[in-house]
């Protein structure tokens, strides 16, 4: 059973930085990509970032520069590392993997974190 399990939300100040990190647990057949999005209080969930098996990261316009992706080789492991953050930043972070199984690729989300950005 696939399980995707984020950690290392927390409030921050304005200008300051967090680290989430997420792993993913019984994908046996790989991963093809790991990926961030958020949900903000009152609106609908966008997405952040993300990174392909070959390594390849991708962001959301407005995120790029502030915020980076990383993961270990088979993407296991990932980090969203978020730096002069935001009080925009606000929300639920969401991390997610499509997994390969035998009836083919599947999405799958962990629980989210919360990040809050006091101003």
């Known amino acids: 059973q696939v399980q995707v399990v984020e950690s290392g939300g927390g409030l921050v100040q304005a200008g300051g930085s967090l680290r989430l990190s997420c792993t993913v647990s019984g994908a046996s057949l790989g991963i093809n990509v790991m990926g961030w999005d958020r949900q903000a209080p009152g609106k609908q969930r966008d997405f952040v970032a993300s990174i392909s098996s070959g390594g390849t990261p991708d962001y959301a316009g407005s995120l790029k520069g502030r915020f980076t992706i990383s993961g270990d080789n088979d993407l296991n492991t990932g980090t969203l590392q978020m730096n002069s953050l935001e009080p925009d930043d606000t929300g639920i972070y969401y991390c997610?993997?499509?997994?390969?199984?035998?009836?083919?690729?599947?999405?799958?989300w962990g629980q989210g974190t919360q990040v809050t950005v006091s101003s």
């Open positions: 997610y993997a499509d997994v390969r199984t035998v009836v083919g690729m599947v999405h799958y």
